[in-house]
């Protein structure tokens, strides 16, 4: 009877500790639900920026660069929508689980209390049939001519036993759809273990494609604040191999012309010219 009241109290501690599980798993879905609903605004806000940007943008390196980020971005998206499908997937599967291992604990519940019943029943139908034992044994010393009531108290006792049979034949089915559930909620539990080391595994994945678009955002603002800076050092060098084509264009002739003075002569005719495109440059 302790052992049957100890399980009882077991049962009801789990049954608080799954409950607890289960709303812990329901704030959790809820995340999930949260964070893919960021995730599909987060694609169309890429998708507006992506087009405005190889609109606006040039350079044929920048367009190249973007294009490539965005794909690689949709393609990191995409993952994040399918692990966040699998992560959601696997969390209606564990909360199909815990309701099942609370179904089975409110069937063992159930089972116990029978068996509490059925116990006390039992010490019941013993103590009837020890009283009907001694009545059997003490009526033939006190009155020989009550042998019919001694035969009516045999047939007593042997629908007792009979009932006792019957309940003890309960009891042992009892114990064995105890022991099935059992290994039920043993499955049960390893199952949900193993659903939890999945969706730690997803959720580390998750984090991990989470800081490669982190990277790849930063790796198009190093981009373009590269293409931004070099702009105006390509147009200095461009500025500066004209100058050097003209100056060795006006000193090949020159020189042809056999004319020593042609350094004097370029810088005199050219200056003004010269100084108004150094100027506008």
């Known amino acids: 009877m302790h052992i049957l009241q100890l399980l009882l109290l077991l049962l009801f501690l789990l049954l608080q500790q799954l409950l607890l599980l289960l709303q812990l798993l ?23 920026t992506t087009s405005s940007t190889t609109t606006s943008t ?7 660069t973007t294009s490539f980020t965005s794909s690689t971005k949709s393609i990191l998206l995409l ?14 599967l564990v909360l199909l689980l815990l309701l099942l291992l609370l179904l089975l604990l409110l069937l063992l519940l159930l089972l116990l209390l029978l068996l509490l019943l059925l116990l006390l029943l039992l010490l019941l139908l013993l103590l009837l049939v020890l009283l009907l034992l001694l009545l059997l044994v003490l009526l033939p010393l006190l009155v020989p001519l009550l042998l019919l009531l001694r035969l009516l108290l045999l047939l007593l006792l042997l629908l007792l036993l009979l009932l006792l049979l019957l309940l003890l034949l309960l009891l042992l089915l009892l114990l064995l759809l105890l ?22 595994l997803l959720l580390l994945l998750l984090l ?3 800081l490669l678009l982190l990277l790849l955002l930063l790796l198009l603002l190093l981009l373009l604040l590269k293409c931004i800076l070099l702009l105006p050092l390509l147009l200095l060098l461009l500025l500066l191999l004209l100058l050097l084509l003209q100056y060795y264009y006006y000193y090949y002739y020159y020189y042809s012309n056999n004319n020593n003075n042609y350094l004097d002569y370029y810088f005199y005719n ?12």
């Open 208 to 210: 991990l494609l989470l």
């Open 79 to 92: 993952l994040l929508l399918l692990l966040l499908l699998l992560l959601l997937l696997l969390l209606l």
């Open 26 to 48: 329901l704030l959790l879905l809820l995340l999930l639900l949260s964070l893919l609903l960021l995730i599909l605004l987060l694609i169309l806000l890429f998708n507006t």
């Open 270 to 281: 050219n200056y003004y010219y010269f100084y108004c495109y150094c100027y506008y440059y």
């Open 179 to 200: 022991l099935l559930l059992l290994l039920l909620l043993l499955l049960l539990l390893l199952l949900l273990l193993l659903l939890l080391l999945l969706l730690l």
């Open 58 to 64: 040039t350079a044929t390196a920048t367009t190249a």
